[in-house]
């Protein structure tokens, strides 16, 4: 399976972006999927997740009620909805998706078999 990530752009604080990220060479029907980003000096972390089981959504704590992740599974495409972007909020970001089917307690640590490349988002103060 490839991943293309895409969506990013230099955006105000406050506003909002979409990424999507589409499969090819298969689907998420059966996959859990993830968005990471790694802002410059720092670790890539966990963004958010969606469970290919049930659906279950996992966030980061700072996202939470901001950003909104959700999987079209006949269009093979996951999005990342951002709303009320921050500056700390920069980073390129990566879509990744994983055969596993995690606890909500293990999204951050479930090895992700798939990446896809990154899309930058640039929140200006």
């Known amino acids: 399976v490839q991943l293309q990530a895409s969506g990013g752009g230099l955006v105000q604080a406050g506003d909002s972006l979409r990424l999507s990220c589409t499969a090819s060479g298969g689907t998420f029907r059966a996959l859990t999927a993830a968005w990471f980003r790694e802002a410059p000096g720092k670790e890539r972390e966990f963004v958010a997740g969606i469970r290919w089981g049930d659906g279950h959504p996992k966030y980061l704590d700072s996202v939470f009620r901001r950003f909104t992740i959700s999987k079209d599974n006949s269009r093979s495409t996951v999005f990342l909805q951002m709303n009320n972007l921050r500056p700390e909020d920069s980073a390129v970001y990566y879509c990744?998706?994983?055969?596993?089917?995690?606890?909500?307690?293990?999204?951050?640590?479930?090895?992700?078999?798939?990446w896809g490349q990154g899309t930058l988002v640039t929140v200006s103060s």
């Open positions: 990744a998706a994983s055969s596993r089917n995690p606890a909500t307690s293990a999204f951050r640590i479930i090895p992700y078999n798939y």
